[in-house]
């Protein structure tokens, strides 16, 4: 192989290589992009939760001075025969389809060249309805009559969710379960049992950037310019819809205004896809902040756990059962239901282990990924209750946790064996961040004082592939193909200084070629912290393939061994010019048919542990239950970092955005509408939420699978805050809270509560 | 290997694929395109052929409301240092440097967001000079001391021109010499000597899309859209004139309306370069109709041939003398100066061969590539001066010719043997179509007939390199990468039949991406009819790979021999999934290292040869001067041609643009100045012009080093076109015109001449 020095790429904290053009206002976005002839598409949308549509008047809309077309589902079905879509299931029409199943729906759509001239034109839509009675909540609807879909309907694609095809009857889209030894048997043998019921409240991603996509069907193709994740996701989708090959769908995604897991899958793509079929004109539709409260959210769930403990503090048992609130329709929601069921046990080595995770429909906006994919949700309960249990059975909540946290080499209940995952080193450091074994003033008068810590476990979305494709130009600078969304969690920097590091270049010297599907290969999509690990991977690789035909060609230009001829000297030997291109190419799927050396066992649950753990220590007003966080603390195992900033960036940018969700969002329903949809009324953290000690780190341990020992952090440090910052309060006030978010209200009451002096209920939904 | 039935995609006339796209008016050009912030260009240009710049005032440009920024060379200057760019020679300035060297020079640019504005601004602007001689013939500045360029400036690429470098005092910007045998012995020798000088005038490309080309500059990275046939090209001559890495340029070229060679190399793009940088703002430039006079042009050329026959009809010795008016830029010319000079010979057998050949600097607009290399040029002196030999010595035309062409595996006068080249099918087809071999009515009144016919010879700008990549998708669809302009030659349709070839599709499946040099890899441009034999090659290797890949994927799923599984069943059976991709990469240039078989000769001044042959039936009115052509026949070589229609396309498409060239077309001076800049006073031909009987075909002699057996024709039937009509002329009125064109009015001279009663000379330049 040519000798080339890796240059020190690995490990260094490049800096941002967009991040210029970011601050200079020179970023291409979706929302910049104006097609000649381009309509503009306004949205009018259901006012009731569950409703049969009598009829739709358009009339006035129309009337409307240049208002090119209204559109409804019947117009959509003249070119799209069955327009239902979604990445699970197909049960999601490109526009309600006779009937309506959340508040908030889309009904029709006004297209006009003045968005304006739409807006005003879609306000004057009407639409006459026969209710029907709605559930929202996810434990009513888990048993209830009132069915949201008549029948399910499972996307052909997912061959473990054949088996649900046209079950009818039930809200219920998919009903996961795992059984790990006896768990009855071990309770009734255990010394104590615990039993408690948590809730997590829906809530929104809030992208900076709004949801966007823009259609422009010609000549027998179909381009999307879309503000998407999952661009090889959004071109087999629409193929699929439209019935054509791929290649004749091609989907560009510039850079992204942050996605969290909301601009997976088809979120406007296929409305907007259906109006240019429909039109023959390119369509551009963009969301306002508050529509996007109607587009997806983070699921809701209700989750009762029980545990057997002995009175050496061993965990024998565990029962989990969750109840995700799944929404109208069923979005990746059932795959979170799988993937953060089956680790809902949490980071913990359990003989005897019983998970029911359910996939519930409601009338409520469709809920799917979140940054964490379900594991934040799970973590509030199972290290709420580990505290409840360490606090009953008078453990140390470290000592108590270490004895049983998942060691090296043992099987996830699962059965997948881990490897590479360092709960306890990250638990560690949290607690030398929080000074836990030092002495620690609680207050006794009106303020007081508390610190809570929690570790958390998620098994990455599997089993995925990625792509890549890196070409080495004549005079030896690069290009590096990848489908990989740069959203702002610094893929492209991260891919770019993979490719250095095994070219022996500078990590700035790379450019990266943004997904565009006619031009950037296969990957399944920005998520689940899985790019640095199946993308990274597919790079190195990519990029390897580039060192061995430069290998070749050093030899058939008969070149002595270490030459150290510059590639672009060697082109230039063969072309006779500055001529030419190597192209390598990598491929990657993590291999699932090797067993495991140590177990035997065929891993198959996840290529790789997410490890995240937090602290955090709290200030209350217990005359107003004001809630101050003083520190917050959260430290990530990131195997080995790449770019040590990029990481600490992605720790602190999960630790807010999970802090939001702890302390303040949430959707408010009355009667199935939404009451707080803007950000008026629906709080996202502003800087001053922001802890008085802000604490972003992680521990490194190599990941033996990943590109050069890396592993994904963007989720790690979401998994576990919400219930670090929940046993903080418990430490300060005395008190467990049991449902998020942790509001000033609900901390007031608790204390109300714990002195005899509750207040009446509220009466939202 | 995984076997694929061929479909049959070779020699099927596939109708161009993006034919729809065009008729429907949706498909993309470069002027279609508006950025935002964009500005727009207009020139001012020089009004002197040769003069020093004193002073240029901008004054009332700068004034005009709405004008951005007025632009000179010393503006230019402050972000490009050396502002100097050129494919051969590094001698042409951005903007006119203190000297302009011919009438239309760009001295300066308005630019503002309205071009009406910029157009009247540029109006405004005056310029005083100090008036030079000018040297407008290229026979007058091959040895004039009016020097055009003070000194040679050869580009660095090119080390076969290093030895001009720093040359002075001379207008020749390169001297071509070829030696073979003893040609002064052999005239001596020789039954019989002739020779006569022929002279070829100025034209013009005429594309139906004027330049245009737009630069934008952002985050230290520079795009280009540009309707050019050399994006890779131009990607590295920015990049050297930037002081960048190719990978900070970004080239995109969209369909092209025509290129003609027009297209090729520099025109506007460093322009639009050196001012987005300047202003850091998008930069349009697009030229009107008539400021194309001034961009680029076909040479105009003086060429004396001499030739030693024997009285059994052998050519012994040939000497050819071949000065090529370049202009005031050199632009490709030395390279047309070099590959037209060593076939000017002809395509005949002749033993002692004396070539030279030189590009001269002149005052006129700068002289590039055009529609044959400077082979039509070569052509019009050799065959009307093979005519003159016959007619002198009583031979029959045809059999004079057969005698003397250039037989399978025979040495040209390069040495590079001929193999795979119907000379003689294709001038015995021609012979056919025209009934040569029947009585003739030449008519003996005022309405004289003739018939003339020529045989053309071409070589191959060489070597020269292709690399394409080939994608497979999820689906089995796939996608094909090339830098390959479609500019109307229909590329796009037989690049995607190889690939349906091989890889056992339907050709209308392929979706070919076009050029984007981000994305698509390397090609050295779509010129000199090399892109079917070049980028064909290397398409059909890129394909192969696939297959290779396919097999390998099926021996690594462990299915049987010829299980015949769909790719995109093969691929969900390995990801689990629709998912991933079988990308091939294929990258070729001609092996000249390996020596012919039979002669044992290194081959390179070809990879192939160019085959034309012509006819013409014309109609003389002898009173008026007045032709009419009644038939026009053109026969190529295509090897085998993969798409028929588009073949024989390309040869009446190319036989209409060299009866332009022949009859009418010509860029008359008058001190220096241009008199006839517009459409309306240079005629191109209409409709009206159009033969009587119009026959283009072709014949099949399969290129074996070709791609299924093909080779380039885009050119093939202009070579010997211009003879092929001047021979007929002669026939009919018994004189050879010696200078195109061939006008009524030079007819009529040469009839008023030839009967005794000169006309009065026209005073033109």
């Not at 979170?336 to 913990?348: D, E, I, L």
């Not at 590639?567 to 006779?576: N, P």
Request: with cysteine; charged share 20%.
């Amino acid at each position: 192989m040519v000798a080339l020095m890796p240059v020190g790429n690995i490990g260094r904290s490049v800096p941002r290589l967009e991040s210029r053009a970011k601050v200079m206002g020179q970023a291409e976005y979706t929302h910049h992009l104006r097609l000649p002839g381009m309509l503009y598409g306004k949205i009018f949308r259901s006012t009731l939760p569950h409703a049969l549509i009598k009829s739709v008047d358009t009339s006035a809309a129309k009337a409307v001075e240049g208002v090119f077309r209204v559109v409804t589902i019947d117009d959509i079905r003249t070119v799209i025969p069955h327009p239902y879509y979604g990445p699970a299931f197909h049960d999601q029409p490109v526009l309600a389809d006779g009937k309506v199943r959340f508040a908030g729906e889309p009904v029709a759509v006004v297209l006009a060249s003045d968005p304006r001239v739409a807006e005003y034109a879609a306000s004057l839509i009407t639409a006459e309805y026969e209710e029907l009675p709605a559930v929202l909540d996810e434990v009513e609807a888990a048993t209830s009559d009132i069915c949201v879909h008549d029948e399910l309907k499972p996307a052909a694609t997912f061959p473990d969710l054949q088996h649900l095809k046209g079950r009818r009857g039930t809200n219920v889209a998919l009903d996961y379960r795992l059984v790990r030894g006896n768990v009855e048997e071990a309770f009734a043998a255990a010394d104590h049992v615990f039993e408690h019921t948590f809730r997590c409240q829906q809530a929104m991603h809030t992208p900076m950037e709004p949801f966007v996509s823009i259609a422009d069907v010609r000549d027998g193709r179909m381009t999307l310019h879309t503000a998407s994740q999952g661009p090889s996701f959004v071109r087999i989708e629409m193929a699929r819809l439209l019935g054509w090959p791929e290649n004749r769908v091609r989907v560009k995604v510039p850079h992204l205004g942050g996605g969290f897991g909301g601009k997976l899958y088809i979120k406007l793509e296929a409305l907007v896809t259906s109006l240019s079929l429909l039109v023959q004109r390119p369509v551009k539709i963009s969301l306002t902040m508050e529509e996007q409260f109607f587009m997806v959210t983070k699921h809701a769930c209700t989750f009762t756990i029980k545990s057997g403990v002995n009175n050496d503090g061993k965990v024998v048992a565990r029962k989990c059962r969750i109840l995700w609130n799944g929404g109208a329709y069923a979005d990746i929601g059932p795959r979170v239901t799988q993937k953060a069921g089956f680790t809902s046990a949490g980071p913990y080595d359990i003989d005897n282990v019983e998970i029911e995770s359910l996939a519930v429909y409601t009338n409520r906006p469709p809920a799917g990924a979140l940054r964490g994919f379900g594991a934040p949700q799970a973590a509030w309960a199972y290290e709420c209750h580990t505290d409840l249990i360490a606090e009953a059975l008078n453990f140390d909540k470290i000592e108590f946790r270490r004895q049983n946290l998942l060691q090296e080499g043992r099987p996830q209940a699962s059965g997948t064996p881990v490897h590479d995952a360092a709960f306890e080193k990250a638990m560690d450091q949290v607690a030398d961040r929080l000074d836990w074994h030092k002495p620690f003033d609680r207050g006794n008068g009106r303020i007081r004082r508390g610190r809570g810590l929690a570790v958390g476990i998620k098994g990455i979305t599997s089993p995925t592939t990625s792509v890549a494709i890196v070409n080495l130009y004549g005079d030896g600078s690069c290009g590096l193909y990848i489908g990989t969304v740069d959203m702002g969690q610094g893929s492209d920097t991260v891919m770019a200084q993979i490719v250095a590091e095994v070219l022996g270049l500078d990590a700035e010297a790379v450019h990266v070629i943004h997904p565009d599907t006619d031009v950037t290969p296969y990957d399944m999509g920005t998520l689940g912290s899985r790019s640095t690990f199946h993308m990274g991977t597919a790079v190195r690789l990519a990029a390897e393939d580039v060192l061995r035909k430069i290998d070749d060609l050093a030899k058939e230009l008969g070149l002595p061994p270490n030459s150290n001829l510059p590639v672009s000297e060697m082109l230039r030997k063969k072309y006779g010019m500055q001529a030419g291109n190597i192209i390598g190419t990598g491929s990657f799927i993590p291999d699932y048919k090797k067993p495991d050396p140590e177990t035997g066992q065929t891993p198959k649950a996840t290529p790789f542990w997410g490890v995240g753990a937090n602290g955090a220590e709290v200030e209350i007003d217990t005359e107003t239950g004001e809630i101050k966080i003083v520190k917050l603390v959260s430290v990530v195992d990131a195997g080995v970092a790449i770019n040590p900033r990029a990481v600490r960036q992605q720790v602190s940018g999960a630790a807010i955005m999970q802090m939001g969700f702890t302390m303040t969002e949430n959707m408010v329903f009355r009667d199935g509408q939404l009451t707080n949809g803007s950000l008026a009324d629906y709080k996202i953290p502003s800087l001053l939420d922001m802890p008085e000690q802000f604490v972003n780190e992680y521990v490194e341990s190599r990941q033996h699978s990943g590109p050069f020992g890396a592993k994904g952090t963007g989720e790690s440090s979401t998994i576990a805050l919400s219930p670090a910052i929940g046993n903080a309060i418990a430490d300060a006030i005395g008190v467990h809270l049991t449902d998020l978010p942790l509001t000033q209200e609900s901390i007031f009451r608790a204390i109300q509560k714990k002195n005899g002096t509750p207040l009446p209920e509220d009466d939202n939904d």
